[in-house]
């Protein structure tokens, strides 16, 4: 077993539960309600508060703060929490607050993340597991981002959008309106610029499914008919494979809370590289 190291210049304040084998270094701060998982180290200057989870083999660096209460006025000041998946790594002046008591009450991390400096995480948002989010990036609150998200240099996502899994919102981009799985999304207010082929070819998705999804994608965003009408259209062929059935599903579940990221004019769906075939 690996033995708990704390700097005699960090703050551990008691109740906080470290696991085995945990490096807590120079002035870093663990608050009274903290988890922090196995092999997990802080390298300094870190603060962790409120009713945070870390998981196992995380690093965490300077200036990172995670679990400080949500930046909502409506928030009353409930126990709210943060729990962040194992094996992330959180950079430098990263950000990250805790759900408020209006609302959700949490916000949860998934696992393998790579958070880059200056990025930050909103109250009461959801994020999947091998996520990438860039410098001073930024999520406000409730935003959902699925498995395999990865989010540009200085994007900001709205409240209450959601980013479907295996999508890629570009740099300097706005996000106001949710973002199919699988999309490349980019633009002062984000607009799709077709699939992210590279990105489901790295998934595994067999060469007849991306094609599908392309074709599916020309039927979707068809400029003279609703996205609604043609969504209906394209569940009423049947089965059409896996990413197809997971992107009619992400637009069938929107309810009314945002609109879908139009694709921009001339986009085909093949963009972003050749069409397999």
Do not use: W
């Not at 704390?6 to 903290?34: C, K, R």
């Not at 929490?81 to 959180?90: A, D, H, K, S």
């Not at 999309?183 to 607009?191: C, F, H, V």
């Not at 992400?250 to 075939?277: I, W």
């Amino acid at each position: 077993m690996s033995e708990t190291t704390i700097h005699p210049l960090a703050v551990v304040e008691p109740g906080a539960q470290l696991g085995e084998g945990v490096t807590v270094g120079p002035f870093s701060y663990v608050g009274a309600d903290t988890v922090i998982g196995d092999r997990c180290e802080l390298v300094s200057h870190v603060s962790i508060r409120g009713a945070t989870t870390l998981g196992a083999d995380c690093i965490v660096y300077p200036q990172a703060v995670l679990g400080a209460p949500p930046q909502n006025k409506a928030h009353k000041g409930g126990r709210t929490t943060l729990t962040i998946g194992e094996n992330c790594q959180i950079r430098e002046g990263v950000t990250m607050h805790c759900g408020s008591d209006n609302s959700r009450g949490k916000t949860t991390v998934g696992k393998n993340g790579y958070f880059m400096a200056m990025s930050h995480i909103g109250h009461d948002c959801e994020v999947g597991d091998n996520v990438t989010i860039a410098n001073s990036a930024a999520l406000g609150g409730h935003v959902e981002l699925g498995d395999f998200v990865t989010v540009g240099g200085l994007a900001a996502i709205h409240q209450f959008a959601r980013v479907g899994h295996h999508a890629f919102v570009s740099g300097v981009t706005g996000v106001t309106g949710d973002i199919i799985p699988y999309a490349l999304a980019s633009g002062a207010r984000a607009r799709l610029h077709g699939l992210n082929l590279i990105g489901m070819k790295r998934s595994g998705l067999p060469r007849a499914e991306i094609n599908a999804a392309r074709r599916a994608y020309r039927l979707l965003f068809e400029a003279d008919t609703p996205l609604s009408e043609n969504v209906a259209r394209l569940a009423a062929e049947g089965d059409h494979g896996r990413a197809v059935a997971d992107i009619l599903a992400f637009l069938q579940e929107r309810g009314k809370r945002h609109y879908v990221a139009a694709a921009k004019r001339g986009t085909r769906g093949d963009d972003s590289g050749d069409d397999g075939e």
